[in-house]
Structure formats: C-alpha cells, structure tokens
C-alpha cells in the first residue's frame, strides 16, 4: 500500500568558528592604476559563489557594477588570511571584512578627489559608476581612472580585519551565547511511503531559509537545492556501513547519492531579515539549508505511516522491519 | 603497445597504448584534455562521460584499443571556435554550475539529450541527467538548464 504524509523540520544554526575560538578575517582594496578596484580576499571558491558575491559586495561599497573589480583569491602570496571556507562563514565574516577594507579605501580615493578638485571639504562627493561627483553639483567630477593617474608612484591599498562575537559556553551548563549571528530554516516535504517495498518518494517540498539579505538570489536558490539534495540523501539513501570501524560502502557503487531523478521539485522560499552586523544585511547559509531536510523527512515518513524512525538513512529494509514491528505490538 | 587510430573533436590521432590503458587516460594524459574530468573510475559518478560514435560513455571503462576508428567528443570540443554550445550557455544562464567538477560530464550527457531528443520532458531530462552524480547542485537547475539549451536550440532555427 502507498500512504502518504506531511512533515516539517526548522533549524537555528550558528555562523562561524564559534564558542569563542579566534574568527578572524582579512581583506584588501586597492586602487588599480586604471581606476579599477583590486581585491584582494582569501577566501576560497569551492562552489559556493564566494568569488561572485565579494565582487559584489566591493562593487557596491563603490556604488558601481562588479566589472569594476578586479578580483584575486586564494593566494597566499599576495593576501591575507581570511580564514577557512567551513562553517558558513566566508559571507558573514570576510564579507565584512571586504566591505571596510572598501569603505576605507574609498574613504581614501574620496579624500583624493576633494583635493584634484580643489574642494575644502569631502562632505557631498559621492562615488557612482567610478566617478567620484559632487552631489548638490554634478558637473563638478572626477573619474576613478583620473584619480588613479594623478597618484603617480603612490598606492592607496586599505586593510581591515573582522573578528567575529563569539563567547566561550559553560563547560558545566551548556549555557552561553557561542555564535553570532544566527540563521534560521525550515522545510515541509509530503513523501510517498510503499509498505511493501519499503521505499519512500518525495512528491512535493519547500525549503524556506532566512539568508538575512540575498546578495545573489541565484546562488542561495543553488545552495537551497544543493542542500536540499543531501539532506535527502542523508536521511533515505547515504550509509557509510561502518563495521569495526571500516567504511564498508567507500564506493558510489554501494555508498547512494541522489541522482537527478531522485530529486523533487523543490520550491524555494528566501527569507531576508537583515543582519544589522552583517555585510549589507547578509548571513551565511552554506550548511544550514541541510540541516532541516532530514528531520522533515523522517517527520512525513512518521505522518505517513505512524512508524518514527530513530536510524538513518531510512532504508527500505530498515523501514520494512519497522513497519513489520509496529504491526505486531 | 598497439597503436590506436581515432578522431577527437573532429582531429585525428595516432597514439601508442598498451592494453590497459582507460579512453580516460589517453584522453587526459596522452593528448591532454583534461576537461574530461576521473571521479570514481568505476563508471557511477559520470565525471568522465565523453561522446564516443554519438553515444555518451564513461571513458574509465572503455579501454584505449577499442576506440580504433571511432570519434569522440570531449568537453573541448563541444564549442564552435569562441561560441558557446547552446547547453554550456544555458549551464551559465540558469547558474547550473558550482564546483564545476561533475560540469564537463553534464554538458556532455546535455548535448546528448538534446541531439536525440527535440522536446525533451522533464523525466527524459531528469534520466538523460542520471548517470551524472553532482554533489553541490540538488540538480534541478541543471533540468532548468537542459530546457534553455533546447530553446537556445529552436531559437537558432
């Protein structure tokens, strides 16, 4: 028989190292001899997009379009450490730090502009699609280029660091406030239980997830489904089989991922609620949009069938024999 | 060691082998294209699918002696010169890439459907896709994808 159910599941998690271990990140803006902007950020892309959405947090510190970046990563030669790409962290933490290393060098190139355009005061220039202009005046101009060509030798490159607001938990009470900040989620998924098979279909699923502000919806949307996938893979499919403490599946001919035919529809729902510490609004959601897949799942096989699951992945066998004891009680 | 004649993205070769030697190998190492990408070498995860006569295969687990007189196609040689094949354009547009690493192998196993198949449903797609394992992308912007590449296609007409 074919049974039905609906089940929920919501997380909080925490951004960042956390539980007061050092969260320090550091990035640098230059002003390229040609007017551009060069970055210069640790961060490393593993897929998560965080070579897009630092260019656009530099690109928007300038009031400009990303072509203005010029944007260098992962070398350590010629940058400073911003700190591993885990936990969440890159948008939240380096994020900020490459928007006051931003802010600060234009801070600078404003300052500059002030004097080639023989101002006495800084107050009113703004910077726009790389002019630096007189807002009450417009005429009254300067282009970043120009700015960049009257420095000569001189170099305005500007550092910042952010730590992040993390404290120490009680050891005893488990009390305490160990991250900053937090993101929350949830998601409702309506599976398809076969109790004669043991096999449990997704039919339909929504991800709902605070991302404070999405600096590229595109990408979170990415992240969403990705996360999605595993959380499902987590809870019907992936099963290291550890005997004696082997992996007994360590190939993808017994350790089961999804494929695309696994994988549901799945309606994306973003959340923004700016995070008043965060760069432009913006929090990191890299592992939470996992979290909550599991629980939701294992919830609907529970609606579904009465049976609550305790182990996963929820293999049909496992399942089976579940459903064969609970008729038996 | 045999000498294997084949053509690769419309070149043809004459490489020495020796009976061991995957299409993966001679792809990568031999004549260094190493868009084609070595995931599992047991021909689950897809990371190497290459066109071989019109058919996606995985190049683990095809040996290099028996592409004698064949034509494969690698991710280098699905463009046209600076132009973009309509599914590497549509991977772009609907942000179907992450890592990038199972890519090579979803636009080839792309380039299938859509070359066989002119109206492809979204379970043809989601099938088309499934010998292709991705860890970042929960896939459904690939499906996406698969569909702009087939109105890229129409459009073209």
């Known amino acids: 028989m074919k049974k039905r159910g609906i089940g929920y599941g919501c997380t909080f998690y925490g951004t960042g190292?956390?539980?007061?271990?050092?969260d320090v990140s550091v990035a640098e803006a230059e002003l390229n001899s040609d007017g551009k902007i060069n970055v210069y950020v640790g961060a490393t892309e593993c897929g998560q997009g965080s070579d897009t959405i630092m260019r656009q947090i530099a690109a928007e510190s300038f009031g400009s379009s990303v072509e203005i970046i010029n944007y260098y990563s992962t070398d350590t030669d010629i940058m400073k450490d911003s700190g591993t790409a885990a936990a969440s962290r890159q948008t939240y933490n380096t994020g900020n730090a490459l928007r006051l290393a931003s802010e600060k060098l234009k801070d600078r190139v404003i300052e500059k502009a002030k004097d080639l355009l023989n101002l006495n005061t800084t107050v009113g220039l703004k910077i726009e699609n790389g002019?630096?202009?007189?807002?009450?005046?417009?005429?009254?101009?300067?282009?970043?280029?120009?700015?960049?060509?009257?420095?000569?030798?001189?170099?305005?490159?500007?550092?910042?660091?952010?730590?992040?607001?993390?404290?120490?938990?009680?050891?005893?009470?488990?009390?305490?406030?160990?991250?900053?900040?937090?993101?929350?989620?949830?998601?409702?998924?309506?599976?398809?239980?076969?109790?004669?098979?043991?096999?449990?279909?997704?039919?339909?699923?929504?991800?709902?997830?605070?991302?404070?502000?999405?600096?590229n919806p595109e990408l979170v949307e990415g992240q969403m489904d990705g996360g999605f996938a595993m959380g499902y893979g987590y809870a019907v499919f992936e099963d290291l089989n550890l005997k004696n403490g082997k992996i007994v599946n360590n190939r993808f001919t017994n350790y089961l991922i999804p494929t695309a035919m696994d994988m549901p529809e799945l309606e994306k729902i973003i959340i923004e609620d700016p995070e008043s510490t965060g760069p432009y609004g913006a929090k990191g959601i890299g592992e939470p949009v996992m979290t909550y897949v599991a629980?939701?799942?294992?919830?609907?096989?529970?609606?579904?069938?009465?049976?609550?699951?305790t182990e996963i992945p929820v293999t049909p066998e496992r399942l089976l024999k579940a459903l064969k004891e609970s008729e038996t009680k | 060691m045999t000498t294997v004649n084949l053509n690769v993205n419309g070149k043809d070769?004459?490489?020495?082998?020796?009976?061991?030697?995957?299409?993966?190998?001679?792809?990568?190492?031999?004549?260094?294209?190493?868009?084609?990408?070595e995931g599992c070498g047991e021909g689950e995860c897809g990371a190497c699918t290459?066109?071989?006569?019109?058919?996606?295969?995985?190049?683990?687990?095809?040996?290099?002696?028996?592409?004698?007189?064949?034509?494969?196609?690698?991710?280098?040689?699905?463009?046209?010169?600076?132009?973009?094949?309509?599914?590497?354009?549509?991977?772009?547009?609907?942000?179907?890439v992450q890592c990038g690493?199972?890519?090579?192998?979803?636009?080839?196993?792309?380039?299938?459907?859509i070359d066989k198949n002119e109206e492809p449903t979204d379970d043809e797609i989601r099938e088309g896709l499934s010998g292709n394992l991705c860890r970042c992308t929960g896939y459904n912007k690939m499906v996406e994808a698969v569909h702009r590449a087939v109105e890229i296609n129409k459009e073209a007409k």
């Open chain 1, 295 to 309: 629980p939701a799942i294992l919830n609907a096989i529970y609606d579904a069938t009465g049976v609550r699951m």
């Open chain 2, 101 to 113: 690493f199972c890519i090579p192998g979803m636009v080839l196993a792309t380039k299938a459907i």
């Open chain 1, 131 to 215: 002019e630096v202009f007189l807002n009450s005046f417009k005429a009254t101009k300067i282009s970043l280029s120009e700015i960049a060509s009257s420095l000569g030798d001189e170099k305005l490159r500007e550092e910042a660091t952010f730590v992040a607001h993390s404290t120490e938990m009680d050891e005893e009470t488990g009390q305490g406030c160990p991250y900053w900040p937090y993101t929350f989620g949830a998601a409702a998924v309506e599976v398809e239980v076969d109790t004669e098979t043991g096999k449990v279909d997704i039919i339909r699923a929504a991800s709902a997830q605070d991302v404070g502000r999405a600096i």
């Open chain 2, 50 to 96: 290459v066109i071989m006569d019109g058919e996606i295969v995985d190049s683990c687990l095809v040996l290099a002696f028996q592409c004698e007189g064949k034509e494969i196609i690698t991710i280098e040689g699905v463009q046209n010169g600076d132009i973009l094949h309509p599914a590497q354009k549509a991977f772009i547009e609907k942000g179907a």
């Open chain 1, 17 to 22: 190292y956390g539980n007061g271990f050092p």
């Open chain 2, 13 to 37: 070769y004459s490489v020495e082998v020796d009976g061991s030697t995957r299409l993966l190998d001679l792809l990568r190492d031999s004549l260094g294209l190493t868009g084609t990408k």
